[in-house]
């Protein structure tokens, strides 16, 4: 593949997390060319920090609350204590399992993830553009990813 097809793609989506990922797998099953440019890890908030960790971490608490109150329910149990780093490897073990279940689609899907989008280097180019009438979609597809180019800016 020549340098210029491996940096041009038909989208490049800012952000790895459900919303990125969703959208990035969508339109890689529609035979778009997809970049999608990720500074932390992909999976997102979601995944990483947000509903996985805390449903994880409830989960516990039910299954102690549980242990605690078995005999509502006829079940002979009894609750002793919570050891956090046992609830934690929990935690993180299911967002591991889905981690590398995402990267696996990812890699199945022929995504490419790619590191931190930043604004555009020289800041006073960029006002000077914008003030001359630039328009939104060149203005994004200049300052995602300094090496990805965008055949046909979609996002
Ligand atoms: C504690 C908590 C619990 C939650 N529980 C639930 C729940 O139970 N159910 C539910 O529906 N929602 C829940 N949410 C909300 C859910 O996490 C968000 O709605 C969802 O993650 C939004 O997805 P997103 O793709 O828009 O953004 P994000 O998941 O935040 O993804 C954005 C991604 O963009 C990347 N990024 C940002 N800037 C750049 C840059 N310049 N260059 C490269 N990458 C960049 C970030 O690293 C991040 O990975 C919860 C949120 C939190 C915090």
């Known amino acids: 593949m020549s340098a210029d097809a491996e940096t041009t793609f038909d989208v490049v989506i800012l952000g790895g997390g459900s919303g990125g990922y969703a959208c990035a797998f969508r ?7 997809v ?9 997102g908030t979601c995944l990483h920090v947000g509903c996985i960790p805390t449903k994880a971490l409830l ?28 609830v ?30 930043e604004a555009g280097a020289n800041e006073d ?7 001359s009438n630039d328009t939104h979609e060149q203005d994004l597809r200049r300052s995602w990813c300094d090496a990805t180019r965008v055949r046909r800016p979609i996002l």
């Open 125 to 131: 180019q960029k006002s000077d553009e914008r003030n």
């Open 88 to 117: 934690n490897a929990y935690k993180d073990g299911v967002i591991a399992r889905l981690y590398k279940g995402l990267q696996g689609l990812a890699k199945a899907h022929q995504i490419e993830v790619q590191g931190k989008a």
């Open 35 to 43: 970049a999608l440019v990720e500074k932390g890890k992909l999976g």
């Open 59 to 86: 989960h516990a608490a039910e299954v102690a609350d549980t242990a605690r109150e078995g005999e509502r329910f006829g079940v002979k149990s009894t609750f002793e204590s919570v050891d956090m780093s046992g």
């Open 27 to 33: 339109a890689a099953e529609l035979g778009l060319r």
